[in-house]
């Protein structure tokens, strides 16, 4: 059961560029949505995360804009660089659960060209 | 480095043989997780620790797995006649475990296990 879907599979952007990831997530009980960036042959990166009190956050180049009522989040890189180029997750938790573990998207594959 | 470190980094091994990975959590972090990532997938949980204690197992954890925390410090992950099934890459995350930012989860550089 896929609770947290995450489109596109791979995008493509010029530099200079917005990149835009999108994740929708099926159990309103997640009340935590961290974005994680992985680049080949490493572990996952916390970039920016949000709870669902507010509706975005922005740290940098990185935007997170949360739709509670349509159970949707998305990720904005503003001034997309080449050394943004990586695989980028987002992930979903119930925070004040027992275990908080993370429920994953499938991922999309960045590729910043010049 | 005071991040989360893993070992071994790489492992090949023979269908049948038995595998062991080390995590070694950020210190003062309170909970330990195990997840795996296949190919082009995200990670997937496996179980979690909170100290010494597993408290959750995920279904995808059979009985070749099994996972210790013996001083509420370094984890262990052993898995049992490994099966071609079993290649993947596993991470190991750590967090302070307190809602809010202390509950923010890191991860690894991971173990890459193959069995051939």
């Known amino acids: 059961q896929q609770q947290v879907k995450q489109s596109p599979q791979s995008l493509i952007v010029q530099k200079g560029g917005i990149s835009i990831i999108n994740c929708a997530y099926e159990n309103t009980a997640f009340d935590y949505f961290p974005w994680y960036q992985q680049f080949p042959g490493k572990g996952p990166a916390l970039l920016i995360a949000i709870r669902p009190d507010v509706s975005e956050k922005k740290e940098g180049r990185f935007t997170i804009s949360f739709n509670k009522s349509a159970k949707q989040f998305s990720l904005h890189i503003m001034d997309s660089q080449p050394g943004d180029s990586a695989t980028y997750f987002c992930a979903a938790s119930r925070e004040y659960g027992t275990a908080s573990k993370l429920t994953f998207g499938t991922g999309t594959r960045l590729q910043v060209t010049l | 480095d005071t991040g989360v470190s893993q070992d071994p980094r790489h492992k090949i091994t023979k269908r049948g043989q038995n595998v062991t990975f080390r995590c070694d959590p950020i210190?003062?972090?309170?909970?330990l997780y195990w997840y795996r990532q296949t190919l082009g997938q995200g990670p997937e949980f496996l179980t979690y620790f909170q100290n010494e204690a597993q408290l959750e197992k995920s279904r995808l954890l059979s009985d070749r797995f099994s996972a210790e925390r013996p001083k509420g410090s370094f984890s262990t992950l052993e898995i049992q006649r490994t099966e071609q099934g079993d290649s993947a890459m596993y991470l190991c995350a750590s967090s302070l475990g307190r809602p809010g930012r202390d509950n923010e989860q890191f991860f690894g550089p991971g173990t890459r296990l193959t069995v051939l």
């Open positions: 210190s003062e972090h309170n909970r």
